[in-house]
C-alpha cells in the first residue's frame, strides 16, 4: 500500500488548504484512516482520524470545529479540510491506514500500518 499526500503549502492565519491522500495497491474503503502531524522539535500528533464506514470522525480538541476529515472511496482519496488555520498549526502532516479491515480510529500512531511521505503546512501569523 503506498499513500501519497499532497495539498500542503504556506498560508496566512486565517487561512485555508485542503490536504488529500491518495491511496494505491489496496482498496481503502475497509480501513480506518487518520490525519498526523510533527511540529519541528515536538512528537507526531493525532490531529483527526475516520473511520471505515465513514460515518464516524474524530479530532483532536485544538481542531475542532476547524478541520473536516472526508473520503470518496470510489477515487481511493481521503481529504483534510483545514480552515481558519493558526500559526500553531504549523507542522508536517501525515496520512496513515490501518491494516485491519472494519477498524476504528485510533490516536495512537503506533495503531497505523501504512503511512504517506507528508506534507508541510506553513502558517504565518
Known amino acids: 500500500v503506498q499513500l501519497q499526500a499532497s495539498g500542503g503549502g504556506s498560508v496566512q492565519a486565517g487561512g485555508s488548504l485542503r490536504l488529500s491522500c491518495a491511496a494505491s495497491?489496496?482498496?481503502?474503503?475497509?480501513?480506518?484512516m487518520g490525519w498526523f502531524r510533527q511540529a519541528p522539535g515536538k512528537e507526531r500528533e493525532f490531529v483527526g482520524g475516520m473511520s471505515w464506514t465513514g460515518s464516524s470522525t474524530y479530532y483532536r480538541d485544538s481542531v475542532k470545529g476547524r478541520f473536516t476529515i472526508s473520503r470518496d472511496n470510489e477515487k481511493n482519496t481521503v481529504y483534510l479540510q483545514m480552515n481558519s488555520l493558526k500559526p500553531e498549526d504549523t507542522a508536517i502532516y501525515y496520512c496513515?491506514?490501518?491494516?485491519?479491515?472494519?477498524?476504528?480510529?485510533?490516536?495512537?500512531?503506533?495503531?497505523?500500518?501504512?503511512w504517506g511521505q507528508g506534507t508541510q503546512v506553513t502558517v504565518s501569523s
Open positions: 495497491g489496496r482498496t481503502f474503503r475497509w480501513y480506518a
Open positions: 496513515a491506514l490501518r491494516s485491519e479491515r472494519f477498524s476504528t480510529i485510533e490516536i495512537a500512531a503506533g495503531e497505523y500500518a501504512y
